[in-house]
Structures are given as C-alpha cells and as structure tokens.
C-alpha cells in the first residue's frame, strides 16, 4: 500500500496503484540523523532526497503517479532507519518506504529538459522509463496557493490515524509542515555568496563609513551639507546661552528618597496582591506561565523552571511534577495513542524543542533541558542565517551618539524654517 503525507495539514493519503506508473519501489537511503534535521525544518522533500543521497542516484528511483484530469507528475520514496536503542524495539528499523513523495512540477520539467538534451547530444545516454513522461508544467492544484500535495493524485483517499502502523504514526509525527510554492535551491549552490558578493560590492562604492567619527556628522554623507551645517548649527554659539540650574546634593537625596519610598510601596503591594490570591487560582497562574516557557526557549524553560523550584519544598515538589506528568503525555502520545492526529503530536513535541526520538530518552526535566540545549545548538548548521538588517547599523549608530549631539540635531531640525517662510523668502515683489 502506497501512502502520502499532506505537505501542509499533515494528514495521510491512500493512493491506489493504478495512480502510480513504472513504480520501482526503490527508495532513497537516508542517514535517520539527517532525516531528522530535515523534517522538522519543515524541508523534506523529493529533491533534498537527491541532493542529501550519499550513495549514487539512480532513475529508478523516481517514477510517474497520475494526478487529476490526466496530469503527470514525478515522485519518488525514501527510507532511513532508527538505530537508537533508547527507542522502543518496534519502533526501530526501516521506515518510510510505504510513502511517496511529490516532486514540484518546474523542478521535474526541468529535470525532464535536461535528460532530453543529454539524450540528443549523447546516443549512448540509456532512456529510462520517467522520460517517456512529461511532466504537466501547466497543472493547477487542487488547492491554489499551495504545493503538490496527495489531494492532487487521481483516486486517493484520506485515512484514519488508526490504520497506521505504530512506526508509520512515528514517522509522520516526526515531519512538519511545509507551505512554499518554490523549488528549494540545491544547498551547494553559490547563489547567496555570489548575491553577497554583489551587494557588498556595490556598498563598497559609498566609501568605508565604519570608521566615521561618533558624531551626527556619519548621518551626512554630502560634505558640502556637512560645512553648511558645521558653520550654521553645529559651532552656533547658541548653546552657550543656555541657562544652567545648579541642584545641590541634599536636593539629588531626597528625590532618591523619594523613589525609593515609592519602589518600597509598590514592592509592598504587589507582595501583598499576590498573598491574598487563592491558592488554586496562584497555582493556575504559575502554571500557565510555565506552559508559555516551556513554548518559547531552552533558556526561558530553564529560567521557569528553577525560579519556581527554588520558591519552596512544596512548589519544588509540584514543578517537578507537573513537568514530569507533561513529559509522560508526550511519551504516551508518541509510542501508544493511536486516535490522536500523528502530526498534532509532532506539532507538540516541537513546540517544546524536541524531536519524537527524544521523548524516550527524557528521565526528568534535567533530562529534558539537556537535550532542548542539544537540539537548539544542532539546528542553526541547517539553516542560513541573514545578514545584520540596515534597521541594526542605525541602532547601532545611534547608540553611540551623547545626548548632547542629539539635542543639538532636535533644535537644528526646529530651526528649520516653515513652506510658508520659504515662499515668502523667496517670493518676488
């Protein structure tokens, strides 16, 4: 039985084998460790199985599936094996063979193109049972706005999580969704660093402003307008001509008194506001702050965590708890629900920066912030990190700048004259 998984609601599709043409059943080998990076980044696709493939690619392992109104489209299977001991022993192994997986329409026709020339420039080329097969470029989906997904192949049909098989639950929990319309560009390709090179090229031609001198001077760039502004603003004796009021220092002491008294209130207040609230409803909040942390970040669940513990024995006993008990759901959920929606429960796992694998290696919430810190050093080698945004370098800048520089750039724009004054300056009599 052939299945697919919804690229977006993650929901399995039967599809029947009268859909599926010059089928081969060979699937792509993939390393499980890499097979986890890549599901749950969300870019498990037909193409990385290629670019991924340690060993040779063959053209056997694609194959021709017939989509909707006679439309044809390419795919192809993957396989990876779980070799954790940690994992329960039905859960180890092959698995996905039984899947198929779409290839987007232009990354097949342009696949088809090139095995077309080849075969033109070179007779010796073997032909291979996918190029009597043109991909249907033309195709809509069934869904506009989003990619190939298994409600697209003639005759399939959606199927309860039920009929799965508990390794076939574990395999699809352990993928996320992904909504991109575009072919994913082959990760060894120069395409950013040449675009990299191209803007910082063009950059280079307005001149090194790192080391400008801190001052509002690294905002004008035109060094006439600099001159102008030295003369008429910035070495304005105007500023000299400012009233100063000396404060004394009994007068700086009792303000601080004052701020401390008040601090001292509030602390006060809100100390007895949260005394006075009902154990349970207390409860309930800590609670839902933990559940948020435990959503955010390795370093917010840590921080949650050991404040919590540390308010006393009686909290410290009921954090350990609850987190133990969120921690059991999620192994349950994982190995023996068969009701639940597998990609709700990956969606959760993940949520809490783990993989499904890692729910059975998990002792405690020692364990689990082990493991979160693994995952969370593990994941930014996959994905391409952009360049500081222009929005940071004028922070930056900005920051650097004394209050003094800033007020004088205040009263200079102020000075500014009006339209009305402008014309009237410029206005002939």
């Given at each position: 039985?052939?299945?697919?998984?919804?690229?977006?609601?993650?929901?399995?599709?039967?599809?029947p084998?009268?859909?599926?043409?010059?089928?081969?059943?060979?699937?792509?080998?993939i390393?499980?460790?890499?097979?986890e990076?890549l599901?749950?980044?969300?870019?498990l696709?037909?193409?990385?199985?290629?670019?991924?493939?340690s060993q040779?690619?063959?053209?056997?392992?694609?194959f021709?599936?017939?989509?909707?109104?006679?439309?044809?489209?390419?795919?192809?299977?993957m396989s990876?094996?779980?070799l954790?001991?940690s994992?329960p022993?039905?859960?180890?192994?092959?698995?996905g063979?039984?899947?198929?997986?779409?290839?987007?329409?232009?990354?097949?026709?342009?696949?088809?193109?090139?095995?077309k020339?080849r075969q033109?420039?070179?007779?010796?080329?073997?032909?291979?049972?996918?190029?009597?097969?043109?991909p249907?470029?033309?195709?809509a989906p069934?869904?506009?706005?989003?990619?190939?997904?298994?409600?697209?192949?003639e005759?399939?049909?959606?199927?309860?999580?039920?009929?799965?098989t508990?390794?076939?639950?574990?395999?699809?929990s352990?993928?996320?969704s992904?909504?991109?319309?575009?072919?994913r560009?082959?990760?060894?390709?120069?395409?950013?660093?040449?675009?990299?090179?191209?803007?910082?090229?063009?950059?280079?031609?307005?001149?090194?402003?790192s080391?400008?001198?801190e001052?509002?001077n690294?905002f004008?760039?035109?060094?006439a307008?600099?001159?102008?502004?030295?003369s008429?603003?910035?070495?304005?004796?105007?500023w000299t001509?400012r009233?100063?009021?000396s404060?004394?220092?009994?007068?700086?002491?009792?303000?601080d008194?004052?701020?401390?008294?008040?601090?001292?209130?509030e602390?006060?207040?809100?100390?007895?506001?949260w005394?006075?609230?009902?154990?349970?409803?207390?409860?309930?909040?800590?609670?839902?702050?933990?559940?948020?942390?435990?959503?955010?970040?390795?370093?917010?669940?840590?921080?949650?965590?050991?404040?919590?513990?540390s308010?006393?024995?009686?909290?410290?006993?009921?954090?350990?708890?609850f987190?133990?008990?969120q921690?059991?759901?999620?192994?349950?959920?994982?190995e023996?629900?068969e009701?639940v929606?597998?990609?709700t429960?990956?969606r959760?796992?993940?949520?809490?920066?783990?993989?499904?694998?890692?729910?059975?290696?998990?002792?405690?919430w020692?364990?689990?912030?082990?493991?979160?810190?693994?995952?969370?050093?593990l994941?930014?080698?996959?994905?391409?990190?952009p360049?500081?945004?222009?929005?940071?370098?004028?922070?930056?800048?900005a920051?650097?700048?004394t209050?003094?520089?800033?007020?004088?750039?205040?009263?200079?724009?102020?000075?500014?004259?009006?339209?009305?004054?402008?014309?009237?300056k410029?206005?002939?009599?």
């Open positions: 039985m052939a299945l697919a998984v919804h690229p977006v609601t993650l929901e399995v599709f039967k599809i084998p009268t859909s599926l043409v010059s089928d081969a059943q060979h699937p792509v080998a390393d499980h460790e890499r097979f990076r599901a749950a980044t969300g870019a696709s037909a193409e990385k199985f290629v670019e991924n493939n040779v690619f063959e053209t056997s392992q694609i021709v599936v017939r989509m909707r109104g006679g439309a044809v489209a390419w795919a192809s299977r990876t094996r779980v954790d001991k994992v022993y039905l859960l180890r192994g092959e698995m063979r039984e899947f198929v997986w779409l290839w987007p329409m232009n990354k097949a026709f342009h696949q088809y193109l090139t095995r020339d033109q420039r070179d007779t010796t080329e073997i032909a291979a049972a996918i190029d009597e097969h043109e249907s470029i033309s195709y069934v869904n506009p706005g989003q990619m190939l997904g298994p409600d697209d192949v005759g399939a049909e959606k199927i309860n999580p039920s009929e799965l508990a390794k076939q639950r574990f395999f699809v352990s993928i996320n992904q909504q991109t319309l575009f072919a560009r082959v990760k060894e390709s120069s395409w950013t660093s040449k675009m990299t090179e191209l803007v910082d090229g063009q950059q280079s031609k307005f001149g090194n402003r080391a400008a001198p001052s509002l690294v004008l760039p035109e060094p307008l600099k001159r102008q502004l030295s008429s603003v910035l070495d304005s004796d105007m001509k009233k100063r009021v404060v004394s220092a009994s007068s700086h002491k009792w303000v008194d004052l701020v401390c008294s008040c601090q001292e209130r602390s006060r207040a809100i100390a007895e506001l005394g006075g609230l009902p154990e349970e409803l207390l409860s309930k909040i800590l609670v839902t702050r933990l559940c948020s942390d435990l959503d955010s970040s390795a370093a917010a669940a840590a921080a949650a965590i050991t404040t919590m513990r308010l006393s024995k009686a909290w410290c006993a009921t954090i350990d708890d987190v133990g008990a921690l059991a759901t999620l192994h349950a959920s994982v023996f629900c009701s929606d597998p990609g429960v990956g959760r796992v993940r949520s809490m920066g783990l993989v499904p694998r890692d729910v059975f290696r998990l002792e405690g020692r364990s689990y912030l082990r493991l979160r810190i693994k995952r969370e050093k994941s930014p080698s996959d994905v391409n990190r360049r500081s945004s222009p929005s940071e370098s004028v922070n930056r800048i920051k650097r700048l209050y003094h520089e800033l007020d004088k750039a205040h009263d200079a724009f102020l000075r500014q004259p009006t339209a009305e004054e402008q014309v009237a410029f206005a002939i009599p």
